[in-house]
């Protein structure tokens, strides 16, 4: 299934719509403004990193045509500080996406193509013999970085998928007890097939939970797979994006002022029970073997305040619950086998928990 963002206010997704538009600052919709100073943040400075990283959609869009809901949640991931898995089938421009991203925001990246043989000391980095210093020093990774780019990550055995757990949750590496800190903003930005299973190693469940959400790359429809070829036919080339005209209109700044500005978002108790209620929901769904954790539900929480701040609120609603319940938990439901022979998705399973869970009005 198409991973569906939907904007507020769309409570059954029929097709796959257009992301959500901020709604007018408050000023000029009559909503009251969130008070000056708190946590930092002016409402002034709040709408200008708004407005900035709105603009993400526009200048990914120079390259990356028709995926603008996965723009949107790799945006939410890294208003929450969190990590994106991103799947789909090879030719969806997950690789061409995620540099784009990173151009539009000048934040550093380096892609690290996941194999085999690969090694964790590859990842990481590790300690060398200088020989003119007669001592060991470290040499530092390709996670030292601002968005790390793991090429399909589950072709890689477990031991390397291993070395991002430290990384993800503490952002540092120990390496011979001595705990580095990787620079700040810093995500990992993960990529797999969902179709090819030969020669793969599944993520562990204790990984896939350090993913704050799961984007789903869908095959462009007809209108826009033309336009993807006239971007080709006109002399595009996707390893050139400042040809291309992309260009920075967001930087880290925006993001640390985004951030602080998100952690403002109110949310009221009875949307904090429509969380809670519908991650328990899930653990005693029929076709679930293990649901939605504590963590999940501390997941939604913080991706519903972010989407509720990109829509240009100052408070969280249901609608928002729904709309990031899918991208935020669909990796954290593990199916029953004969579930899974039936046919049954994670997406299946929420779009049934959503439909049964009464949301507060």
């Given at each position: 299934?198409?991973?569906?963002?939907?904007?507020?206010?769309?409570?059954?997704?029929?097709?796959?719509?257009?992301?959500?538009?901020?709604?007018?600052?408050?000023?000029?919709?009559?909503?009251?403004?969130?008070?000056?100073?708190?946590?930092?943040?002016?409402?002034?400075?709040?709408?200008?990193?708004?407005?900035?990283?709105?603009?993400?959609?526009?200048?990914?869009?120079?390259?990356?045509?028709?995926?603008?809901?996965?723009?949107?949640?790799?945006?939410?991931?890294?208003?929450?500080?969190?990590?994106?898995?991103?799947?789909?089938?090879?030719?969806?421009?997950?690789?061409?996406?995620?540099?784009?991203?990173?151009?539009?925001?000048?934040?550093?990246?380096?892609?690290?193509?996941?194999?085999?043989?690969?090694?964790?000391?590859?990842?990481?980095?590790?300690l060398v013999y200088d020989n003119r210093s007669s001592a060991f020093t470290f040499r530092e990774g390709p996670v030292f970085t601002n968005l790390l780019l793991a090429d399909e990550i589950n072709r890689t055995p477990?031991?390397?998928?291993?070395?991002?757990?430290?990384?993800?949750?503490?952002?540092?590496?120990?390496?011979?007890?001595?705990?580095?800190?990787?620079?700040?903003?810093?995500?990992?930005?993960?990529?797999?097939?969902?179709?090819?299973?030969?020669?793969?190693?599944?993520?562990?469940?204790?990984?896939?939970?350090?993913?704050?959400?799961?984007?789903?790359?869908?095959?462009?429809?007809?209108?826009?797979?033309?336009?993807?070829?006239?971007?080709?036919?006109?002399?595009?080339?996707?390893?050139?994006?400042?040809?291309?005209?992309?260009?920075?209109?967001?930087?880290?700044?925006?993001?640390?002022?985004?951030?602080?500005?998100?952690?403002?978002?109110?949310?009221?108790?009875?949307?904090?029970?429509?969380?809670?209620?519908?991650?328990?929901?899930?653990?005693?769904?029929?076709?679930?073997?293990?649901?939605?954790?504590?963590?999940?539900a501390t997941a939604l929480l913080a991706t519903t305040r972010a989407w509720a701040w990109l829509s240009g609120r100052s408070y969280a609603t249901p609608d928002d619950v729904k709309a990031l319940a899918r991208a935020?938990?669909?990796?954290?439901?593990?199916?029953?086998?004969?579930?899974?022979?039936?046919?049954?998705?994670?997406?299946?399973?929420?779009?049934?928990?959503?439909?049964?869970?009464?949301?507060?009005?």
């Amino acid at each position: 299934m198409p991973d569906q963002l939907p904007p507020p206010g769309h409570r059954a997704p029929s097709g796959p719509p257009e992301p959500p538009r901020p709604k007018a600052a408050p000023g000029q919709s009559g909503q009251a403004r969130p008070p000056a100073g708190r946590g930092g943040v002016s409402p002034s400075d709040a709408d200008a990193a708004r407005a900035a990283l709105v603009a993400l959609r526009g200048e990914v869009a120079k390259a990356v045509v028709g995926q603008d809901a996965a723009v949107s949640g790799l945006v939410v991931a890294l208003l929450c500080r969190g990590h994106a898995l991103l799947e789909g089938v090879p030719g969806v421009a997950k690789t061409l996406l995620v540099r784009t991203l990173a151009a539009a925001l000048s934040l550093d990246t380096k892609r690290l193509q996941f194999t085999p043989d690969l090694m964790p000391g590859d990842v990481t980095g590790s300690l060398v013999y200088d020989n003119r210093s007669s001592a060991f020093t470290f040499r530092e990774g390709p996670v030292f970085t601002n968005l790390l780019l793991a090429d399909e990550i589950n072709r890689t055995p477990p031991k390397t998928q291993a070395a991002l757990l430290e990384v993800m949750e503490e952002r540092q590496v120990t390496v011979d007890g001595i705990p580095r800190p990787l620079p700040a903003p810093f995500a990992v930005l993960a990529t797999q097939n969902p179709i090819e299973h030969e020669g793969t190693y599944p993520l562990p469940e204790a990984q896939l939970d350090r993913f704050l959400v799961k984007v789903t790359l869908p095959l462009p429809p007809r209108h826009d797979e033309i336009q993807v070829l006239a971007h080709h036919a006109s002399g595009f080339d996707p390893t050139d994006l400042a040809a291309a005209g992309v260009r920075p209109v967001a930087g880290p700044a925006d993001l640390a002022t985004a951030r602080a500005a998100v952690g403002q978002i109110a949310v009221h108790p009875e949307v904090l029970a429509y969380i809670v209620d519908l991650a328990r929901a899930t653990r005693v769904a029929p076709s679930v073997q293990l649901g939605v954790s504590p963590r999940g539900a501390t997941a939604l929480l913080a991706t519903t305040r972010a989407w509720a701040w990109l829509s240009g609120r100052s408070y969280a609603t249901p609608d928002d619950v729904k709309a990031l319940a899918r991208a935020t938990l669909r990796h954290r439901i593990s199916l029953r086998p004969e579930a899974e022979l039936d046919g049954v998705t994670a997406d299946v399973v929420l779009e049934q928990v959503l439909a049964t869970v009464p949301a507060p009005r």
